[in-house]
């Protein structure tokens, strides 16, 4: 497993900054969605900023990291648990 030197840093930065982006559009989870399953669209992208958190603290292994990294574990945790709750709210 390599670093993260060079582009992956910028991949990561960038990749981070669109996360907080679209935090602050705060998109409307309780609408009911066009098709069922749409929000799972949120969820892939955030478990992997989550996977890729995880190797950024390993590969630089400051507390910073490890913070950012276990930040991103939670708020995926929250997403994927808000998505299936939401789901399931959909068969009741």
Known sequence: MGDYVGPCRGIFGWVLY???MLVLLQPN???TPPIFGAY???VFPIN???ISGIHYSKSENT???IALAW???VIATIAASTVIL???AQFI
Do not use: D, M, P
């Open 18 to 20: 669109f996360f907080v």
């Open 29 to 31: 989870i309780y609408k």
């Open 40 to 42: 799972y669209a949120y």
């Open 48 to 50: 992997a900023l989550a």
């Open 63 to 65: 507390r910073a990291t």
């Open 71 to 73: 930040i991103l574990i």
């Open 86 to 88: 939401r789901t399931l």
